[in-house]
């Protein structure tokens, strides 16, 4: 599911992020690993990507995959799109598991406490 357009914000990423870039973000074939270098705007990443033939490569003003504005604006797709790889998405899954863990621990902690007097 896409996000609301008229509420478009890309997601939370930060410089060391591990990311698959996509060179065509209408077909989104074949992605490279690549890692968030730099944050140069609110919309866009500049994205170091492993190129197996020339080592790194920089990407720079890439956009979310879900960002609207790669289907209304040509001129931004040459640019290709990211979005999380699936090492990224697991430890998100991770860490969502272990903060319910401790808020259903934390809950059960507080029913095992004796009532005050």
């Known amino acids: 599911m896409q996000p609301d357009e008229a509420v478009y914000s890309p997601p939370e990423v930060q410089i060391g992020t591990q990311v698959y870039w996509y060179r065509d973000p209408l077909t989104l074939d074949s992605p490279n690993i690549g890692w968030i270098c730099r944050r140069p705007g609110a919309q866009t990443v500049s994205i170091m990507v492993f190129s197996p033939d020339g080592g790194f490569v920089e990407k720079q003003s890439v956009r979310h995959r879900f960002d609207p504005g790669l289907r209304e604006n040509s001129a931004w797709r040459q640019w290709g799109c990211w979005d999380y790889s699936p090492l990224e998405k697991n430890i998100a899954r991770v860490l969502e598991v272990a903060s319910q ?16 007097p």
């Open 101 to 116: 863990l401790a808020i259903q621990h934390e809950r059960a902690a507080k029913k095992s406490l004796p009532d005050k």
